[in-house]
C-alpha cells in the first residue's frame, strides 16, 4: 500500500479531463493537479521548451511526493514522454490521440484528428499515424487559438463555434466517421463540437484509457492507496479563473507565484 498522491500536470484546464476519469476510477487514491497556464499553450512551442517545462512541472510533482506522474497533456506526451521516463525512477503515463481504435473502426477509411500543432508535428504522432493508418485517410487539423478560448472560460457560444467550423467542414466533406480529440482540452467543447458534426460521427478522447493505464500500473508496482479521507489539491502558476469555472466550489484551487502559496 502506498497512500501517496497520483500527480498530474498539464498547460492548463485541459488535464481536469484525466483528472475526473483518474478519480472516478481509482476513488481511494490522494491526486494532486499541477495547471502549468502561466505557459499556455503548449501547441506553439519548440519540442525544448515543452520538455523544460515538463521537467520542471515533474519535478514539482515529486518534490510534493507524488509516486506517480499522469502527463495530462497530449502536446507533452508526444514530445517528451521518454525523456521523462528516463529522467526519473517513478512511473509516467502519458496520453495520445486517439488514432489506433478511429483507424480500427472506420467504415469510410477517412478519420479526423484535431490536435495541436505541438501534437502534429511530434515524432510520436507520426510514428502512431504510420503504425495504424497505412490504409487510412487522416484529415488533421490545428486548432489554433481553441486552447487559449478553453483557457478564458469559452466553452461554448457563436465564437468558439465558428473557429470549430473552419476545423470540422474540412473533415465533414472528407466524409470521416471518427474524430479524435488529440488535446485534453477540447473534451471540455464537446457539446459545442458535436453541434458541428453529423450524427454518425464517433467523437474520440483518451481520458478513459488513461485512467485505466494509470490503474494498470499502479497495481502492477505495487503502489495501490487506500487513503480513508482522500484529498484532491489543485495547483496554477497563473489566474485561478479557469479552475474555478469547471471545478466544484469545495475543491481548493492554490496559487504559486515565485513558488510560494498564496490562496
Not at 108 to 114: E, F, K
Not at 138 to 156: C, P, S
Request: aromatic content about 6%; proline content about 4%.
Amino acid at each position: 500500500m502506498n497512500n501517496a498522491p497520483i500527480g498530474i500536470f498539464d498547460s492548463g484546464i485541459g488535464g481536469i479531463t484525466i483528472f475526473k476519469s483518474v478519480q472516478e476510477l481509482l476513488p481511494k487514491e490522494n491526486i494532486l493537479y499541477y495547471s502549468d497556464n502561466l505557459n499556455s499553450p503548449y501547441g506553439n512551442k519548440s519540442k525544448k521548451e515543452i520538455q523544460d517545462l515538463s521537467l520542471k512541472n515533474s519535478n514539482w510533482l515529486l518534490d510534493k511526493g507524488c509516486k506517480i506522474i499522469v502527463v495530462a497533456c497530449n502536446t507533452a506526451t508526444t514530445n517528451c514522454i521518454s525523456l521523462l521516463r528516463k529522467s526519473f525512477k517513478q512511473p509516467f503515463i502519458g496520453v495520445e490521440p486517439a488514432i489506433k481504435p478511429a483507424a480500427i473502426n472506420t467504415k469510410t477509411g477517412n478519420i479526423g484528428v484535431l490536435a495541436t500543432k505541438g501534437t502534429l508535428n511530434s515524432n510520436l504522432f507520426s510514428i502512431t499515424s504510420n503504425d495504424f493508418c497505412s490504409k487510412i485517410n487522416i484529415i488533421e487539423k490545428n486548432g489554433d487559438g481553441l486552447v487559449e478560448m478553453i483557457e478564458n472560460g469559452i466553452l461554448n457560444g457563436t465564437k468558439i463555434e465558428k473557429l470549430l467550423v473552419k476545423f470540422l467542414s474540412p473533415m465533414i466533406k472528407s466524409n470521416i466517421d471518427h474524430l479524435v480529440l488529440g488535446c485534453t482540452h477540447y473534451p471540455l467543447i464537446i457539446e459545442s463540437i458535436k453541434k458541428i458534426l453529423p450524427d454518425n460521427v464517433k467523437i474520440l478522447e483518451s481520458s478513459g484509457a488513461v485512467a485505466k493505464q494509470t490503474k494498470k500500473i499502479i497495481v502492477n508496482n505495487n503502489i495501490v492507496g487506500n487513503n480513508t479521507n482522500v484529498t484532491y489539491n489543485f495547483y496554477c502558476n497563473g489566474s485561478d479563473n479557469s479552475l474555478k469555472k469547471i471545478l466544484p466550489n469545495n475543491f481548493k484551487i492554490n496559487t504559486l507565484l515565485n513558488g510560494k502559496i498564496y490562496n
